[in-house]
């Protein structure tokens, strides 16, 4: 039994069938990645892990618990983190705030009417950012407006927002689109280093192949809303049938 | 001191000392002078500056923290000024139980609009909160005032008559609001030379409260839950994501501001005990948006700058008649004089809306941020050009 248990799921989008008959076990402690084409479902399926979309037919398991028809912010709870394909931060607010969201609500829950606090009540919160933001080597910035930094920066904070609550299960929607080489092989490090110091099981969705044959442990491959095939990464680079589908070569 | 960082208490102790000694500054010119139209130093219009900085404080805890537009807050501010004068008609004219019911009343009825507005936002949020403090004009304005069940005397506007029961009233206490027997009215009157100031108790009561409130409202700012209404803003989509519920903390924010229109509209009761229907209307709502955005939505002390900025020119402007004007320009031939008047008379008087619209337009378009920018810019200049005219001065020694 995996950590996550995907059965029959099925989406349809007025005539278009998303996904069908999608069956996929995510096994704890691993990396996964979902590979295919555009339009293959990589994403209709992410949403119907979180929340923001309901499948039509199917189980959604989340160790032992199904996920479907919770709100998202209380399967984030159950201990599953998302990763945006254009990262998710919170602009407005200094990279300190950014962190310290996250460390409050993995404290207090979904809410806390925290209107007059005393600084003893944030000591342990404010502490938890700082180490945070020191592990994601961004404590010199912390002062900075999150929206006036690089790409690569937004994308670790992120990564360092969705780690601070301890999930586990990382979901990363193409994490390295739009970066520069150089960014991409920081996040990879990032990743790598991720897996190998923490109990995490990490999903990925990602276009980009050096990403996904350096991180992943088993790979799926998504054509048309329905797994082609599920393999390690080394068989998977030789299939012929992947080849055909996805890497656009004919066999 | 008192929880908060230097910055801040220096801020709250500027304002605390503006309040207080208001009476002196609005006043800066002899009472017998040319210039004493511009003095806005007495009582009612002080009341109102106080009243209405405590509206436009709450109101931007919700819009300039959480970004959500309510266009019906003066729903809010109506609501408690009726509860307020329902307390002086039925009980007493004391002021503190008249205030505590309407900050109730309005806390209620904000949790119940809220709770449904809150439901949609941006554009739709506004328009359903439009919708209810226009349903709610609509019940106190018709509806409400019936002969068989009348809450809120119709247009008249609810007032205290003579024959209510008022059951703790005695015959030693003054016949109208006050504090333990002090009349929001008692006025005691300085005369310095020329000049003449009023220390009015009701403003004095009213700048306490306003203190008072612009203290919470920098704690609400500085706390975490203000961090949180600030996320909210900021991305609603990485805060689900981060396993918080952004509803509660929005309806929070509601209730708050909410309960602080209450407050300022009980406030209003207090100083003079009656309540229309026309504070519920969709302009009256409007305006704390323009003081909000006009002082500066999402600081501190724009919506104060706001508020008094918008019921000075209301109230002054508007006095200014073409007899005025003539003496202004007398000193221009005939024609000219006559001409100016001509240009200038659509702004002052009844036209004062124009020359607020025109002065609104100009900030939004220049100074997004509000006469608050404006005060940073200016005091940004300042400081350049103090250290431009050192610098220019080091650099011309070497040559010398």
């Known amino acids: ?251 | 001191m008192l929880g908060l960082d230097k910055k801040d208490t220096s801020l709250l102790v500027i304002v605390a000392i503006l309040t207080l000694l208001a009476p002196f500054i609005l006043n800066p010119f002899p009472s017998g002078s040319a210039m004493a139209q511009f003095n806005a130093g007495y009582p009612d219009l002080m009341q109102r500056f106080v009243i209405f900085g405590i509206f436009a404080i709450g109101f931007n805890i919700l819009f300039g923290l959480t970004g959500y537009l309510s266009f019906g807050h003066a729903a809010f501010l109506g609501v408690g000024s009726y509860s307020a004068v329902w307390m002086f008609k039925l009980f007493s004219y004391n002021v503190i139980p008249a205030i505590a019911l309407s900050v109730v009343v309005a806390a209620l009825f904000s949790l119940l609009i809220g709770y449904i507005s809150l439901r949609r936002s941006g554009i739709y949020f506004s328009i359903l909160t439009l919708a209810f403090a226009q349903m709610s004009f609509a019940l106190a304005y018709s509806v409400l005032s019936n002969p068989k069940f009348n809450l809120t005397n119709g247009e008249t506007g609810l007032q205290v008559y003579a024959d209510d029961p008022q059951l703790f009233h005695r015959d030693s206490l003054p016949d109208m609001p006050h504090l333990f027997g002090l009349s929001m009215r008692s006025t005691y009157h300085l005369d310095i030379g020329a000049w003449s100031f009023d220390f009015n108790a009701g403003y004095y009561l009213c700048a306490v409260i306003m203190m008072v409130m612009f203290y919470l409202a920098i704690r609400i700012f500085r706390s975490p839950f203000g961090m949180m209404l600030r996320a909210v803003k900021s991305n609603q989509q990485r805060m689900n994501y981060t396993g918080l519920n952004p509803r509660p903390y929005t309806l929070a924010a509601f209730v708050i501001s909410g309960m602080y229109a209450g407050l300022a509209g009980g406030l209003m009761a207090a100083m003079d005990p009656l309540a229309g229907a026309e504070r519920m209307q969709w302009t009256a709502s409007g305006e704390v948006v323009l003081m909000t955005i006009l002082g500066g939505a999402g600081t501190l002390i724009g919506p104060v700058l706001g508020a008094g900025f918008i019921k000075y020119f209301e109230n002054i402007f508007s006095k200014i008649n073409d007899n005025i004007l003539h003496q202004w320009f007398s000193f221009l031939p005939d024609g000219f004089e006559d001409f100016m008047v001509f240009i200038v008379h659509p702004f002052i008087g009844k036209g004062w809306h124009l020359t607020l619209g025109i002065m609104f337009m100009l900030v939004v378009i220049f100074l997004p941020g509000g006469l608050v920018e404006g005060g940073q810019r200016l005091g940004n200049w300042l400081r350049n050009r103090g250290k431009g005219a050192a610098e220019a001065k080091t650099k011309q020694e070497p040559a010398e």
């Open chain 1, 1 to 251: 039994m995996g950590i996550l248990e995907i059965k029959n799921v099925g989406k349809r989008f007025g005539g278009l069938q998303a996904l069908s008959n999608v069956n996929l076990s995510v096994a704890e402690n691993t990396v996964h990645a979902i590979i295919g084409p555009n339009g293959a479902g990589k994403s209709t399926l992410l949403n119907c892990l979180v929340g923001k979309l309901i499948p039509d037919s199917g189980s959604v398991m989340f160790d032992g618990q199904s996920v479907l028809g919770r709100a998202p912010y209380e399967i984030n709870q159950m201990g599953i983190s998302r990763v945006f394909q254009t990262p998710e931060i919170f602009g407005d607010l200094t990279v300190m705030e950014n962190m310290m969201i996250p460390c409050f609500a993995k404290r207090d829950g979904a809410f806390e009417l925290n209107a007059l606090p005393s600084v003893r009540n944030q000591k342990d919160v404010v502490e938890h950012a700082m180490h945070m933001l020191e592990e994601m080597r961004m404590a010199d910035k912390r002062h900075m407006h999150a929206a006036a930094m690089s790409r690569g920066d937004k994308r670790r904070l992120e990564i360092g927002m969705c780690l601070s609550q301890e999930p586990r299960l990382l979901l990363l929607d193409e994490p390295t689109a739009g970066m520069a080489r150089a960014d991409t092989n920081n996040t990879i490090d990032l990743l790598k280093q991720i897996k190998e110091e923490r109990d995490i099981t990490i999903a990925i969705i990602e276009h980009d192949m050096h990403v996904v044959f350096s991180l992943a442990d088993r790979i799926t491959v998504l054509a048309q809303g329905t797994p082609l095939v599920e393999d390690s990464p080394e068989k998977i680079k030789g299939h012929p049938k992947v080849r055909e589908a996805y890497l656009g070569e004919s066999a």
